[in-house]
């Protein structure tokens, strides 16, 4: 992982065509297929897209079909090329990007109205769009909270571990401080060793998570802190 090449005029690339719901659109080759369809000004569904870093690929929702593939990919770590004929809308795009969104509250708690993000959620405004309703074979992580630092508690059950926290302390801030690790089974954002963290406390990781998974100790079930603003 890093800053995208494509944030860096170091990086030269030949400019392409490809087509995009039937319109030819310029590009440069390799850019990021997302990034790509977000220039024509359409905005597709991501959780895990940020702008800033190399595509992690982790989410599932910025599906698109490519003529000549069966199944949609995923446009943030899918390249462009040229030629390349791309449609981004379609009954069955909907339909795998609701699934997506499935997939991850099947394991996410249902405590919207407790959770500092509530309102201010990329998972719950997903849920919303795509008419999520009911989940079938749902099940909960159990994670106990990490409230180890002295200002940030860590809810892992929340995470749809997009890697956005980790990326903006370690290639933004460059303190690295967090980490994934496996643990309980599954793949959780921890402080560096899996120590009490220990850092500048810029808020960046809080203020990064798509859903509510970092909070601030001192505002967590008082208020809402995107209300404050
Ligand atoms: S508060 Fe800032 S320095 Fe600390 S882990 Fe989060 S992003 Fe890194
Ligand atoms: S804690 Fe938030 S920002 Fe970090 S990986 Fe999980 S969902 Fe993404
Ligand atoms: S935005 Fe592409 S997989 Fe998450």
């Avoid at 995009?20 to 990021?32: E, N, R």
Wanted: glycine letters at 6%; hydrophobic letters at 40%; a neutral charge.
């Amino acid at each position: 992982m890093g800053l995208k090449s494509a944030t860096n005029p170091d990086v030269e690339a030949v400019a392409i065509e490809l087509s995009i719901d039937g319109k030819p659109v310029t590009a440069k080759d390799g850019v990021s297929l997302y990034d790509v369809i977000s220039s024509t000004g359409k905005i597709i569904p991501a959780m895990c897209y940020h702008y800033t870093f190399d595509p992690f690929g982790s989410c599932g929702m910025c599906l698109v079909m490519q003529e000549g593939k069966k199944a949609p990919v995923r446009s943030c770590t899918a390249k462009a090329t040229a030629g390349m004929i791309i449609r981004t809308e379609g009954d069955d795009l909907f339909q795998a990007r609701k699934k997506a969104v499935e997939k991850h509250l099947s394991v996410h708690p249902l405590d919207c109205p407790v959770c500092d993000a509530d309102g201010h959620c990329e998972l719950q405004d997903m849920a919303f769009r795509h008419g999520v309703t009911n989940l079938a074979n749902a099940k909960q992580k159990f994670i106990p909270e990490d409230t180890r630092s002295p200002v940030l508690d860590f809810n892992m059950n929340r995470c749809i571990a997009c890697a956005e926290c980790i990326n903006v302390c370690k290639d933004v801030l460059l303190i690295d401080a967090l980490q994934f690790m496996k643990k309980g089974g599954f793949n959780q954002v921890v402080p560096k060793g899996d120590l009490a963290l220990s850092c500048e406390f810029c808020g960046d990781c809080l203020a990064v998570c798509p859903v509510g998974a970092i909070t601030n100790k001192f505002s967590k079930y008082l208020y809402k802190p995107w209300q404050m603003k």
